[in-house]
């Protein structure tokens, strides 16, 4: 069975431009969370969808911002980048609305 | 607000040692204790967990003890090996709704 999947795994962005990460969960697995890890502030909760409905939200500004497909792959966007949203987001996917949550590789955005 | 501290940031052991990471949380209506286990460039991986009604758990070489009372817990590693060094996050999950993460220790097993 594949794993979590998250395109692109590199990217580089400047400041005000705005840039969209995708998730493919695993199969069968219909919730879908986003993580942002920095070494300042580790790893935060952005927020989680299930069957297309964001479920949960985290601490973060309007700028960030994400969605669901009926076949559970998820985007989220950030707009307007600050040099500050430089991190590795990571996407974790998990069958229920509980359960062991599974991480993809990530995907480092680099806000130059 | 960070709602899991965890110590400590590094922490470097022999091999065949035990590693010992510490967890302290605030938020009562935590409900579920998982450890991750994050090698670089991987996502984590969940390790091992445990309910708050459970003294401890043990799987394999890895052990949580934890301590309702005193809001706190801790994964004990034996018998470390290189292959275990790796970045490890304690986490409370609050109602299966969000997963709040402790800031990582950074583990090294020096062969």
């Known amino acids: 069975k594949a794993g979590v999947t998250q395109t692109p795994r590199y990217l580089i962005k400047t400041r005000g431009q705005q840039v969209t990460l995708s998730c493919s969960p695993i199969?069968?697995?219909?919730?879908v969370s986003w993580y942002q890890q920095t070494p300042g502030q580790g790893l935060q909760f952005l927020f989680e969808y299930f069957s297309e409905t964001q479920r949960n939200k985290g601490n973060f500004p309007g700028r960030f911002s994400g969605r669901q497909f009926s076949n559970s792959r998820s985007e989220m966007n950030v707009s307007t980048l600050e040099l500050g949203d430089s991190a590795l987001y990571l996407c974790a996917s998990r069958q229920g609305a509980t359960g062991e949550l599974f991480f993809g590789e990530g995907s480092r955005l680099t806000v130059l | 607000q960070q709602q899991v501290k965890q110590s400590p940031q590094s922490l470097i052991v022999q091999k065949g040692g035990i590693s010992i990471i510490n967890c302290a949380y605030e938020n009562t209506a935590f409900d579920y204790f998982p450890w991750y286990q994050q090698f670089p460039g991987k996502g984590p991986a969940l390790l091992i967990a445990?309910?708050?009604?459970?003294s401890e758990k043990k799987e394999g070489r890895f052990t949580i003890s934890f301590n309702k009372s005193a809001k706190q817990f801790s994964l004990h590693i034996m018998d470390s090996q290189p292959g275990d060094s790796a970045t490890y996050f304690c986490a409370g999950w609050e109602g299966a709704q969000k997963l709040v993460f402790g800031q990582g220790t950074r583990l090294t097993i020096n062969p």
């Open positions: 445990i309910r708050p009604d459970v």
């Open positions: 199969s069968g697995h219909r919730s």
